[in-house]
């Protein structure tokens, strides 16, 4: 079992920075990689943003060049930078874990809403 749990939504003013994190607990050791995801009203989820065992990133092509995914091992935590934000990023963002035996976790969410 993972736990995951966000942190670091808001309000804040479009053109603006936020900086979510997700922190992991539980089996950590069988986490091979780690996601953020969000859901628009109205709207499907969304993968916003991945990082893999091995370091390497992908973005979804709304993001890239203002969100950045990274992580700290040693506290277990992914982040994103979220720089240059958009009325149309207001969401509710998710963190994911999935793990080397095909299981997938999710946190509960945190809600971002760029103001214009």
């Known amino acids: 079992q993972v736990q995951l749990v966000e942190s670091g939504g808001g309000l804040v003013q479009a053109g603006g920075s936020l900086r979510l994190s997700c922190a992991a607990s539980?089996?950590?050791?069988?986490?091979?990689?780690r996601g953020w995801h969000r859901q628009a009203p109205g709207k499907q989820l969304e993968l916003v943003a991945v990082i893999r065992s091995g370091g390497s990133t992908n973005y979804a092509d709304s993001v890239k060049g203002r969100f950045t995914i990274s992580r700290d091992n040693a506290q277990n935590t992914v982040y994103l930078q979220m720089n240059s934000l958009k009325p149309e990023d207001t969401a509710v963002y998710y963190c994911?874990?999935?793990?080397?035996?095909?299981?997938?976790?999710w946190g509960k969410g945190t809600l971002v809403t760029v103001s214009s």
């Open positions: 994911s874990a999935n793990t080397i035996l095909g299981r997938e976790y």
């Open positions: 539980g089996s950590i050791f069988s986490i091979s990689a």
